[in-house]
């Protein structure tokens, strides 16, 4: 089990930018893929971002896609998300997720296909 803890979230206009962290701990010498997703108030949880083990495959929502860069930093056991022209639509709770995986390069965009999530950063986009 890996615990996963975000943070970087707050309150931003639109058209502004915040950059998202998740610090990885506890049994961190396994490969994993990691993602984030998010959920709004009423809505279910939704992918955000993806990137594998090594770091060389990524994929993103196409609501993001352009706007938003997933990055992970491994020997830091640390996760990031860049978030740039954000808009009053990005508004939600921003979670960052785990997967062992014996593949390096795989990588997952369906909540239940990850095993460890963080608790949760509030990311607020005003117009």
């Known amino acids: 089990q890996v615990q996963l803890v975000e943070s970087g979230g707050g309150l931003v206009q639109a058209g502004g930018s915040l950059r998202l962290s998740c610090a990885a701990s506890?049994?961190?010498?396994?490969?994993?893929?990691m993602g984030w997703f998010r959920q709004a108030p009423g809505k279910d949880r939704e992918f955000v971002a993806t990137i594998s083990w090594i770091g060389g495959s990524t994929y993103y929502a196409d609501s993001v896609k352009g706007r938003f860069t997933i990055s992970r930093d491994n020997a830091k056991n640390t996760l990031f998300l860049q978030m740039n022209s954000l808009k009053p639509e990005d508004t939600a709770v921003y979670y960052c997720a785990a997967r062992g995986v014996s593949s390096g390069s795989s990588y997952y965009i369906r909540p239940h296909d990850y095993d460890d999530w963080g608790q949760g950063t509030q990311v607020t986009v005003s117009s």
């Open positions: 506890g049994r961190t010498a396994r490969s994993y893929a």
